[in-house]
């Protein structure tokens, strides 16, 4: 049983606990249609993400961009334009210039664009205990890997101030994936 955390409303930030099963009998299949973005997103080292995506219901819209770090993201406003979903597949913790990132999506995708990515929670560290003892040795293990650790108030700090609103944190699997908005009320 795999432990999830959501946040329902912006307005109202409850977290709360649920238990859900993502490869149990409770995940419907669904008829094996061919669908270009779900191969490559699984092909990616994205299945969690499609998880996460079904899971709120917008796994099969339109319009979705996937950001990888195997491609290059070179994209302007007019690229973006009439996406309804964004999807960043590289955590944030690896991300060395993240204010830098998250600015310039705020900047240039439009209001109504879901925003999803992931990070690894750093309270997860603490609840494994072989983790948080080797997690410095295994961050420093090669000076080309940056890690950033941030716990979900971060996150929600970080948002807010470039701009968005979080309306879902989920955990799947020792990961947390997010579902932000740009807050259309905040000039920035």
């Given at each position: 049983?795999?432990?999830?955390?959501?946040?329902?409303?912006?307005?109202?930030?409850?977290?709360?606990?649920?238990?859900?099963?993502?490869?149990?009998?409770?995940?419907?299949?669904?008829?094996?249609?061919?669908?270009?973005?779900?191969?490559?997103?699984?092909?990616?080292?994205?299945?969690?993400?499609?998880?996460?995506?079904?899971?709120?219901?917008?796994?099969?819209?339109?319009?979705?961009?996937?950001?990888?770090?195997?491609?290059?993201?070179?994209y302007d406003r007019n690229d973006l334009k009439g996406i309804s979903t964004l999807i960043n597949l590289k955590k944030l913790n690896r991300m060395r210039h993240l204010d830098s990132f998250l600015s310039t999506v705020?900047?240039?995708?439009?209001?109504?664009?879901?925003?999803?990515?992931?990070?690894?929670?750093?309270?997860?560290?603490?609840?494994?205990?072989?983790?948080?003892?080797?997690?410095?040795?295994?961050?420093?293990?090669?000076?080309?890997?940056?890690?950033?650790?941030?716990?979900?108030?971060?996150?929600?700090?970080?948002?807010?101030?470039?701009?968005?609103?979080?309306?879902?944190?989920?955990?799947?699997?020792?990961?947390?994936?997010?579902?932000?908005?740009?807050?259309?009320?905040?000039?920035?």
């Amino acid at each position: 049983m795999e432990a999830i955390l959501l946040i329902p409303q912006p307005d109202n930030i409850t977290i709360r606990r649920t238990g859900l099963n993502y490869s149990g009998p409770g995940l419907s299949r669904e008829k094996a249609v061919y669908d270009p973005f779900i191969e490559n997103l699984v092909a990616e080292g994205g299945e969690n993400f499609l998880f996460y995506l079904r899971g709120l219901g917008l796994a099969h819209k339109p319009n979705i961009m996937v950001l990888t770090s195997r491609r290059s993201n070179y994209y302007d406003r007019n690229d973006l334009k009439g996406i309804s979903t964004l999807i960043n597949l590289k955590k944030l913790n690896r991300m060395r210039h993240l204010d830098s990132f998250l600015s310039t999506v705020r900047a240039i995708v439009p209001p109504e664009t879901n925003f999803i990515g992931c990070y690894s929670d750093s309270s997860n560290f603490v609840r494994n205990r072989l983790l948080q003892k080797n997690s410095g040795r295994i961050n420093n293990c090669s000076d080309s890997f940056y890690y950033r650790q941030f716990s979900t108030d971060d996150i929600l700090l970080l948002f807010k101030s470039h701009g968005f609103n979080i309306y879902d944190i989920t955990e799947i699997k020792g990961l947390t994936y997010f579902r932000a908005r740009p807050d259309v009320g905040q000039k920035l």
